[in-house]
């Protein structure tokens, strides 16, 4: 991506979690300041510029005024029903020649994703999916919105390979969720940008949490570079499927694959 997200992807998690769940507190400039505080003294923070509190209420308002525009639009909202069968797409459809149809089993409008893209091999958070397009091959594709980029991020993502339920950041009690050979979402510095890309996890360095948090040293291979990175627990996010026992990573993947389901596209 051209610009570069201020905050991680945990960071942005906790923020929406405030969002949703707002509590007693008023969004005053204590509240900004002590959340900039907070950000800005995690380790994986450490020699990076501080946050500053004009930073936070900025997201906040602009989040807000996302959420007012997604609330205004949904009456006008258009409900695209997905067939993604074999027999409904076939393999030599011409790009938009062929709407699918069908009903609808999933609702995935409550469900928080993250799309890969194509320009870095990183996973942003996406903010709305805007049209959709069935390929040559008869592949599904939609067009995404990124959270925190302007219109001229937007990008057409496969939704088998590159659209999913967002990674899950830990609290510094959850290191124990992590294993040897799993795949997670890793923070990776690059010299003009950082992102979060795939990466798997191949050795885990355990250590003491005192009151600063987590001490391990998780060692990842990223996915796309085979390189290695030793990361601590503040810049891995886990897939949804390795946070709970009821979803295997089978399920997971078929997410975007169930033959019946609904995307709600606003305009």
């Not at 380790?43 to 936070?56: F, H, L, M, N, S």
């Not at 990183?122 to 805007?130: G, K, Q, T």
């Not at 592949?139 to 967002?166: H, I, K, M, P, S």
């Amino acid at each position: 991506m051209n610009s570069l997200s201020v905050f991680t992807h945990s960071e942005i998690m906790e923020m929406e979690n405030l969002i949703k769940h707002p509590g007693q507190q008023s969004h005053s400039q204590e509240f900004f300041q002590n959340l900039a505080t907070s950000f800005s003294c995690t380790p994986i923070r450490a020699g990076k510029p501080d946050i500053t509190w004009e930073q936070v209420q900025s997201w906040f308002q602009n989040k807000q005024k996302e959420l007012q525009a997604n609330s205004n639009s949904s009456p006008t909202a258009l409900e695209l029903f997905v067939d993604l069968s074999d027999s409904n797409v076939s393999s030599n459809a011409t790009e938009n020649s062929q709407k699918p149809k069908g009903k609808w089993i999933t609702e995935l409008h409550d469900l928080a994703f993250e799309a890969r893209s194509a320009k870095d091999d990183a996973w942003y958070d996406v903010a709305s999916f805007l049209s959709y397009r069935v390929v040559n091959s008869g592949e599904l594709e939609v067009r995404v919105r990124y959270f925190g980029f302007g219109r001229e991020e937007d990008e057409w993502v496969n939704v088998t390979r590159a659209v999913r339920e967002r990674s899950i950041p830990l609290e510094a009690s959850e290191c124990h969720k992590v294993k040897v050979g799993d795949l997670v979402l890793s923070f990776q510095e690059r010299e003009h940008q950082a992102v979060h890309c795939d990466a798997h996890v191949v050795d885990i360095q355990r250590g003491l949490h005192d009151v600063t948090g987590c001490k391990c040293i998780f060692v990842v291979r990223f996915d796309h570079d085979n390189t290695e990175e030793e990361i601590q627990l503040g810049g891995l996010c886990i897939r949804p499927a390795q946070n709970t026992s009821a979803v295997t990573n089978t399920q997971q993947h078929d997410l975007f694959r169930n033959k019946d389901m609904r995307f709600s596209f606003l305009y």
